[in-house]
């Protein structure tokens, strides 16, 4: 997840003098451009899914409703009854949500993520109503369920909280604060309606919290080998009505399990060694099986008789939630948008392809690819588009996850994917196909999450990449990739607690950037991001200093044009003679607020040398232009401009939301 932020602010730039040692301020000016700016539209579109949730309407229709990921998100409501798309209404303060639910007296809430936002629709009607921010210092929705009498509960990020809303007396924050007070995130959440008690899944250290909702008391349920390990307890559901009690299944993707833990009894019964859906687990009409998927089969399985095995019934990708019908056939919706009803005593399985399209979403980076394409990757929820400039076409690519970096080496691409760490790499030459191995899986490194950086020595064909670190950990890796050995080699604790966020080659050196900040959910330990330097013979680190006292982050590594290398950290620009290991100069771009010094930031600007001479480049929002003598800066726009690109003729593309744009000076 996904999970950091872009801050926008003005641009306020300020030119005197270069003062060495300290960072002087560049004077404010106003571009009056002659150039040119198109919209060249969106790039990036997916099917995704998020949360789902099967119910009935007023008049005893068997429904299941939907949310597909975009800009804007829309809820999508289909009709088992007549088998039919009845709702498709747009979401227009959301680009998605992570959860929906209906509460005990028929509404259905909406958990919209990026804003925190919280919204209401009667099934089958074509209205939404939007109820605002259940706590105004929240910026996520996770996870929602139904309690008592038209209530629902709701997890938050990055407060770590859990709000209670019922229409005749609005929000509350359930706790009065934190669930645990040194994580943000709540990410999984359910409510056993018989003992009044709620239960919250935290990260990014793993803890499980029994709440009881009228005192507010907390109670950590976790066993011990688990809890406070970095990591989630994730997606929750109650399954009633077993032998012995109704039972909790909750993830633990971390440790790739299950678990289930008895309500009546309050101790955990049962592991299951994978992760599965549990959203939607139900227990059969028949007898004390459970059905639930995995990331490729429906499954049936006695989870209280460890000896018997699970059985596997249908092959499909997982489930998004899962119903009982009235007929007594089991309906789910899957990942792939197919509604699949399965009848337990024929074993026979009906598949409606509910035919959804792809939707536009936000662009996550930019890139010039080998042949001079626009490359774009798409956030959160991956895929792939370039954008020819010769045609003006746009082509997509599917496959890939969330593109944090792309990196090239001749005729290859590398991909740094998030989650998790991947790295892929891509031969130009050869058609797109995953499963022909073009993009080629190169692997991954326990324990990282974010590739935010790369770069190639084009000599030797060895690629570099850095990474930040998974959730509530701290200190990124220095990753190597030699096509020879086709093996990944990673080299941590170079600059303990830090993470790797910017990179280049540079006089026979790798140097790198780094971040205070590390994974989501632990706070920093290091007061100041560091450049170091990293000869690839020896494998050996060659230096180390502070570039910009008291930055937290440098996000941005280039050549100059006059041949030092030319770095922001903290919108300071600064400009060092590497052999010399020392910044000569350094020049003031922008303030940062109190916000942004305070959050976490792994990248920000980006800078690009035009043919013209002058650099153009990307921060805070706006995109702007340095002399390369005198530094004077310009704001180019006050349009919303990220992650600036520049193809072979000098045009530059940058990306604002879900639109690439182009600006030819």
Known sequence: MKFYKYYILLLLFLLIKPVFGKATSLSEDTLKYTGKFKNLGVQVAEKWLEGSVFTEDDDGNEWVYTVLRGKPGYLLGYNLT?????????????????????????WLYIAGSAGGRLAKHRPGSQKIEDLGKPLSSETYLFAVTPGKNGE???????????????????????????????????????????TSKLFAGIGSHSYLVEIDV?????????????????????????????????????NLPDQHKTLVYNLDKKTFDAEIPKIIMVKGVVKSPYDQKVYYTDS??????????????????????????????????????????????????????VTKDLMLPPQPIGINITKTGPDGRIWTGGYLVGSNATYDPKTGKTQRYFGLHQSESITLNG??????????????????????????????????????????????????????????????????????YDPKTDKLIAYEGLVPKLSLVSMIY???????????????GIKPEVNEAKLFGWDPQRKVKTFELVPVPGAKAITCLIKGPDGNLWGVADGVLFVLNAPLRKVIASYKLFE???????????????????????????????????????????IVSEKPAFFVSMDKQGILYFRDGKDLWSYTP
Not at 83 to 101: Q, Y
Not at 303 to 314: C, F, G, N, R
Not at 320 to 347: A, C, F, H, R
């Open 506 to 520: 540079h006089e026979k050196e790798i140097i790198a950037g780094t971040s205070v900040w590390g994974g989501l």
């Open 592 to 634: 940062l607020t109190v916000q942004q010094k305070n959050s976490a930031v792994w990248r920000d600007v980006n800078l690009v040398i035009h043919p013209s001479g002058k650099v153009f480049g990307t921060g805070n929002g706006r995109l702007f232009q340095i002399d390369p003598q005198s530094k004077k800066v310009v």
């Open 411 to 480: 005729s290859d691409m590398y991909f740094g994917i998030y989650p998790k760490g991947k790295f892929y790499k891509y031969d130009t030459r050869k058609p797109w196909d995953l499963k022909e191995g073009n993009p080629k899986l190169l692997g991954h490194i326990e324990g990282q999450d974010r590739p935010f950086c790369g770069t190639g020595i084009p000599e030797s064909d060895q690629m570099f990449f850095g990474t930040v670190p998974d959730y509530g950990r701290l200190g990124g890796a220095l990753i190597e």
């Open 82 to 106: 007549k088998s039919s798309l009845m709702v498709n209404l747009p979401l227009e303060r959301m680009d998605g949500a992570w959860d929906i639910t209906v509460s005990s007296d028929g």
């Open 152 to 194: 629902i509960f709701g997890a938050t990020y990055p407060g770590c909280r859990i709000f209670r809303y019922h229409p005749s007396d609005g929000f509350k924050d359930v706790c009065n604060g934190p669930i645990v007070p040194s994580e943000n995130y709540v990410h999984g959440i359910a409510y056993h309606e018989k």
């Open 214 to 250: 009228a005192t507010g008391q907390k109670r950590e349920i976790l066993p011990g080998k688990y809890r406070g390990l970095p990591g989630f307890v994730y997606d929750m559901g109650i399954v009633k009505g077993l032998n012995g009690g109704d039972r909790l299944f909750a």
């Open 296 to 349: 490729s089969s429906l499954i049936a399985h006695d989870v209280l008789k460890p000896t018997v095995s699970p059985q596997l019934l249908v092959k499909t990708s997982r489930a998004m939630n899962m119903k009982w019908g009235k007929d007594k056939k089991l309906y789910l919706l899957n990942s792939d948008g197919d509604v699949i009803q399965y009848d337990p005593i024929s074993g026979k399985t």
